[in-house]
């Protein structure tokens, strides 16, 4: 029996949210190796390379307008995966995934400001659950909120821009050509930014080497091409639903890999936040959340 379109698309988008768990702590591991934009820059550069070695054919040409727009697509995808970086350095694995995961609470707001579609009554309750979820994780020994903690916050939201932008402009191009373009104009901001403002640092080692492997090609080529590919058969809520889980998945990888406990308080935090993300992404479902905050259903 063949999957519907959409059903399959969303299986698909599970599977990559399962990669994208395992980055946090493979990124932790590649940093100790690897200074933070010039991790990005390698694992940008060697999937433009490979693409353009095996694809060549079937990317150009790309139409004008659409390589402006995926220029700025990816913008928000180089400023994300740098402030991640860098707070990865401060924070650790497991908060850092929960906080990313509140992208998805961003999304809703973000279709306010960018389609000007108003949020929802339970988009705005989810808001303050994960806020609270927030206080919770970031402040379960008094230290308050870190500056890897407030540098995830802003990848988060550079991400949530990413999702709704990426759904308005991905059925512009093909899939391949969308993927290139955020490959090769990543991996361009991120060599300039790299000669700018930071001194670049690369130690050889195997577990260097198999960090910049697995972000290569699993957690870049592959889950980008899959969201590129598969996002646009769902909605942005339906899929940011299924992103949800991505800081439990982190969670139990950086316990396994890294060692690394949440505590108490940390795990009621990361649930809060789950809780308030998957509250204003069903809100739809439920007649009271789901009127508009304006009032109109």
Known sequence: MRLRPKIRAEIALLAM?????????????GMNYVSPVFLVAIRFVIATIVLLLFFRKRIFPIPRPAVIKGCVLSLFLFLGFVAQNIGLTITTASKSAFITGMMVVFVPLLQFVIERRLPKIGNLVGVAIVAAGLWFLTAPVGAGLNAGDALT?????????????????????????????????????????????ETPVFRWSAEGVGAIVYLTFLATMLTTYVQTKYQKETTPTRAVVIFSIEPVIASVCAALILGEQ??????????????????????????????SFGGVS
Not at 269 to 290: F, H, M, R
Request: hydrophobic share 60%.
């Open 262 to 291: 949440l505590g108490a308080l940390g795990v009621v935090g990361g649930g809060l936040i789950i809780a308030g993300v998957l509250l204003s992404e069903l809100s739809d479902n439920i007649p009271i959340l789901s009127r």
């Open 17 to 29: 949210t399962f990669l994208w768990g395992g980055t946090f702590p493979i990124v932790k591991i």
């Open 153 to 197: 916050l802003c990848c988060a939201l550079l991400f949530g821009v990413y999702i709704v932008y990426l759904d308005i402009i991905s059925r512009e191009m093909t899939p391949i050509q969308l993927m290139f373009l955020q490959m090769s104009v990543t991996a361009l901001f991120a060599v300039v930014a790299t000669a700018l403002f």
